[in-house]
């Protein structure tokens, strides 16, 4: 059982940027692929960054593309979102996971994953 724990959100400007932060307890990160999401209001949560155990194999959304870094830390239990050029679509809630499978299929669905953290909230204004 791990427990995550995001932080780093806030209300920025359009074209400002920002660190997210994922912490795990309970368990080390060190053999878990790990995904970012996010979420609008009224919106699904959607897939935006995978990285897996080694950084060996990173994903991103064609949305952030460009714009979004994943990184992490295994000594420090850590797994980072650095987010960038921020618009006001990039706007909701962002979530850090840990996959069920130690593989890479599924790495973009949220149904793969099992542990999920609380959520940190991003705004970005015009």
């Known amino acids: 059982q791990v427990q995550l724990v995001e932080s780093g959100g806030g209300l920025v400007q359009a074209g400002g940027s920002l660190r997210l932060s994922c912490v795990a307890s309970?368990?080390?990160?060190?053999?878990?692929?790990m995904g970012w999401f996010r979420q609008a209001p009224g919106k699904e949560r959607e897939f935006v960054a995978g990285?897996?155990?080694?950084?060996?194999?990173?994903s991103y959304a064609d949305s952030v593309k460009g714009r979004f870094i994943v990184l992490r830390n295994n000594a420090k239990n850590t797994v980072y979102l650095q987010i960038s050029s921020l618009e006001p679509e990039d706007t909701g809630g962002y979530y850090c996971?840990?996959?069920?499978?130690?593989?890479?299929?599924?790495?973009?669905?949220?149904?793969?994953?099992?542990?999920w953290g609380q959520g940190t909230q991003v705004t970005v204004s015009a």
């Open positions: 996971a840990t996959k069920q499978l130690r593989d890479w299929y599924g790495v973009e669905r949220a149904d793969k994953y099992d542990s």
């Open positions: 309970g368990r080390s990160l060190s053999t878990y692929v």
């Open positions: 990285i897996s155990a080694g950084s060996i194999s990173i």
